[in-house]
């Protein structure tokens, strides 16, 4: 039994490979974190991610980002 983010995961299914998309969207958001979106029939997982971490980079929503600011030296 796997659950992820609070809902279950089938795992009876037998799979030879497990794929995860993670599907990203600039939002003035914070960082956020990934959400369990869907589980497709050939064991594959999306995400969905809202995250300002995802603007592009010099947009105010990007710059204003925890973290990945220019004031704070870190990217």
Same mark, same amino acid.
Request: net charge neutral; proline share 5%.
């Given at each position: 039994?796997? +659950?992820?983010? @609070?809902? =279950?995961?089938?795992?009876?299914?037998? *799979?030879? +490979?497990?794929? +995860? +998309?993670?599907?990203? !969207?600039?939002?003035?958001? @914070?960082?956020? #974190? =990934?959400?369990?979106?869907?589980? @497709?029939?050939?064991?594959?997982?999306? !995400?969905?991610?809202?995250? *300002?971490?995802? *603007?592009?980079? @010099?947009?105010?929503?990007?710059?204003?980002? =925890?973290?990945?600011?220019?004031?704070?030296? #870190?990217?």
């Amino acid at each position: 039994h796997i +659950t992820v983010l @609070g809902r =279950p995961v089938n795992t009876s299914r037998h *799979c030879d +490979t497990k794929n +995860t +998309t993670l599907l990203l !969207f600039c939002a003035d958001v @914070g960082l956020g #974190q =990934p959400v369990f979106a869907h589980e @497709g029939q050939m064991c594959e997982y999306i !995400f969905v991610w809202n995250t *300002c971490a995802a *603007c592009p980079l @010099g947009s105010a929503v990007r710059e204003a980002c =925890p973290c990945l600011s220019a004031s704070s030296n #870190q990217r």
